[in-house]
């Protein structure tokens, strides 16, 4: 079946525009997780949601930072306002009841340069 | 601070031969641990993981240790081939913790097997 997808696969914007990257997970999977890994970094946590529960925020590095799961399926990263240094890969990951032994699987992920 | 550490960020190993991955981590209450290995421009994929109260894993050519008294986890390979040369990252999580879901990565170590 269809694995995690992500749009774009490359984004390139100038400092203090806002961007929107796009997360589709596999379907049914109830869990979704964003990452992000910077140059020469392992992936770092940004967010988590599960269910309708709250989405678990603690990963978010500043206030610019949000992100939305809409009817418990795709999700959406904003990154506003946006600095040099959120230049990353922004992955994308689902599993299928967010238990803590569940694989996450993880999607190609997103590039993000900011000029 | 880093919480996962792979400090070789590359390794090239002879096809057929042994390739030795390791990683350290110094949060004590990480009981789960796995490994992902990473070809260009897609995601992360899970290889393996290990539980604590075990010492050791095995799944065909892979084999993860965990020396838990030493904070230390090592992949095995063997026999090495070509098609496993990419980025092997390491991840750890504490399932007894409120974080259990989200996983904490090493920065990658990019195994090249020569053929």
């Known amino acids: 079946g269809a694995g995690v997808s992500q749009s774009p696969s490359n984004k390139v914007t100038e400092k203090g525009k806002d961007v929107e990257l796009r997360c589709d997970p596999i379907?049914?999977?109830?869990?979704l997780y964003w990452y992000r890994q910077s140059l020469g970094q392992g992936l770092e946590f940004l967010i988590y949601?599960?269910?309708?529960?709250?989405?678990?925020k603690s990963g978010l590095p500043s206030d610019r930072f949000s992100a939305e799961r809409t009817g418990g399926s795709v999700s959406t990263l904003t990154i506003q306002r946006t600095q040099q240094e959120d230049s990353a890969v922004y992955l994308c990951?689902?599993?299928?009841?967010?238990?803590?032994?569940?694989?996450?699987?993880f999607g190609p992920g997103t590039r993000l340069t900011v000029l | 601070d880093q919480q996962v550490k792979q400090n070789s960020p590359s390794l090239s190993v002879q096809e057929g031969r042994i390739s030795i991955l390791n990683c350290d981590y110094t949060?004590?209450?990480?009981?789960?641990f796995l490994w992902y290995k990473k070809y260009p421009a897609e995601g992360p994929t899970f290889l393996i993981s290990?539980?604590?109260?075990?010492d050791k894993n095995e799944d065909g050519r892979f084999t993860v240790f965990l020396n838990k008294s030493a904070k230390h986890l090592s992949l095995h390979i063997v026999p090495s081939q070509p098609g496993d040369s990419a980025v092997y990252f390491c991840?750890?999580?504490?399932?007894?913790?409120?974080?259990?879901?989200?996983?904490?990565f090493g920065s990658g170590t990019q195994l090249t097997v020569l053929p």
């Open positions: 990951a689902s599993s299928l009841t967010g238990g803590a032994s569940d694989e996450q699987f």
């Open positions: 379907s049914g999977h109830t869990a």
């Open positions: 949601f599960q269910g309708n529960s709250a989405p678990d």
């Open positions: 949060n004590s209450m990480f009981d789960y």
């Open positions: 290990i539980s604590s109260i075990k």
């Open positions: 991840a750890a999580k504490g399932l007894s913790s409120g974080s259990a879901r989200q996983l904490t």
